[in-house]
């Protein structure tokens, strides 16, 4: 079966171009995979823990001094830079 993929960027179009290699679709360890690539970059520049996990990311650290405090503040302003920069969402429940 010949599977082929074009990109779209606004409005602009790329060439239809052959799939030589894909994961299957409904693959879980696809999915996982890719959205860990995706969200790789998602603590460069927070001083704080940030666990990463499929369905959940977790921003964590001491707050005992101003100092604990002030990195999880800059932790979650950066977080928030880089979901708007992604166009993504958090599920705020979580």
Not at 19 to 29: D, F
Not at 67 to 76: D, H, M, P, R, V
Request: proline share 1%; charged share 20%.
């Amino acid at each position: 079966m010949d599977k082929q993929l074009v990109g779209l960027v606004h409005s602009s179009e790329s060439q239809w171009t052959s799939v030589i290699n894909s994961v299957p679709l409904g693959s879980i360890l696809g999915l996982t995979v890719f959205f860990r690539i995706f969200i790789n970059d998602i603590n460069k520049g927070i001083e704080s823990t940030l666990n990463k996990f499929t369905d959940a990311s977790k921003l964590s650290g001491a707050v005992d001094t101003s100092e604990g405090w002030n990195a999880i503040q800059k932790g979650l302003v950066k977080l928030k830079k880089w979901v708007h920069g992604n166009l993504i969402t958090f599920n705020k429940t979580k």
